[in-house]
Nanobody, 122 residues
Framework: QVQLVESGGGLVQAGGSLRLSCAAS????????MGWFRQAPGKEREFVAG????????YHPDSAKGRFTISRDDPKNTVYLQMNSLKPEDTAVYYC???????????????WGQGTQVTVSS
């Protein structure tokens, strides 16, 4: 079992920045591929970033490239999502997830946090 707890969400003006954190406990953190997703009301859960074991490679969809950066600190069992140049359309609940394979589909992930709300005002 892996437990994930997100933090760092909040209200920010358009153009601002936030850094989300996801603290993991339980089984060896380094065994898992970590992803960040977001879900806005009425929309499907969307992949926004992923990072492989030991942070060797990162993945960002076009909607996040150049603005969002994922990183991980394995000794601290923590993964981060740095979000810059935020837009109102980035408003959503952001979730971190852990899985055993590199994937962008939510169904590929085994463990999920409870989510943290990010609201970007115009």
């Amino acid at each position: 079992q892996v437990q994930l707890v997100e933090s760092g969400g909040g209200l920010v003006q358009a153009g601002g920045s936030l850094r989300l954190s996801c603290a993991a406990s339980g089984r060896a953190f380094t065994r898992y591929y970590m992803g960040w997703f977001r879900q806005a009301p009425g929309k499907e859960r969307e992949f926004v970033a992923g990072i492989t074991w030991y942070g060797v490679s990162t993945y960002h969809p076009d909607s996040a490239k150049g603005r969002f950066t994922i990183s991980r600190d394995d000794p601290k069992n923590t993964v981060y999502l740095q979000m810059n140049s935020l837009k109102p359309e980035d408003t959503a609940v952001y979730y971190c997830a852990a899985g055993s394979i590199i994937a962008t589909l939510p169904s590929a992930y085994t463990y999920w946090g409870q989510g943290t709300q990010v609201t970007v005002s115009s």
